[in-house]
């Protein structure tokens, strides 16, 4: 399980737009957002990252960095960047499941007859300070009950204007 103040694993992965990511050369003001999502076989995920697509310049002003992240292929990753509105929200793929583990993803396998990838991970969100230092995670299990971008904007707010700690430190 990834602890708050700890570093956070890395991640190099390729980008729909035909760049590469690398989350340890990330610069933000306050926060990259990492959001784990399930792939494109997933409708919530789709409502949720063209939510957070929607959001980008809003979370821009907010000092943070968003990228989604998925164990998608390439031909998978680019159906998402073409048939979902996701704005300018970079989407990344290709993560290797060693990478989701070490993220603390749960791990799920296509369910019979399905048009899930064979393994993929389920959905999940961090708050990544630029000293690549985790601030804040939330795992799920399933894919349902996402986390709300506008709370967590608010959140941000509260927490930079009050110089609130990052929480579940202790050991």
């Known amino acids: 399980m990834l602890i708050p103040g700890q570093e956070v ?19 933000p003001e306050n926060f ?17 990252l063209e939510t957070m697509g929607s959001k980008v310049e809003a979370l821009s002003e907010h000092g943070i960095n968003p990228v989604a992240v998925s164990m998608d292929d390439e031909e998978r990753a680019m159906k998402v960047d073409n048939d979902w ?23 799920s396998a296509a369910r019979e007859e399905s048009d899930e990838p064979e393994v993929f991970s389920e959905p999940g969100m ?20 996402r986390p709300d971008i506008d709370q967590l904007i608010a ?17």
Do not use: N
């Open 85 to 107: 509105k996701t704005g300018d929200l970079p989407l990344a793929y290709a993560m290797e499941e060693d990478t989701a583990r070490a993220w603390g993803l749960y791990i």
């Open 32 to 48: 990259t957002l990492v959001a784990f999502y399930r792939g494109s076989h997933c409708p919530l995920c789709r409502s949720h």
């Open 126 to 145: 961090f708050l990544v300070r630029p000293d690549g230092t985790l601030y804040m995670a939330q795992v799920q299990s399933a894919p349902f009950t």
């Open 9 to 27: 694993p890395a991640l190099d992965l390729p980008l729909t737009i035909g760049a590469q990511y690398d989350l340890s050369k990330q610069r």
């Open 155 to 171: 959140g941000v707010e509260i927490a930079l204007e009050q110089d609130y700690p990052p929480r579940g430190m202790r050991s």
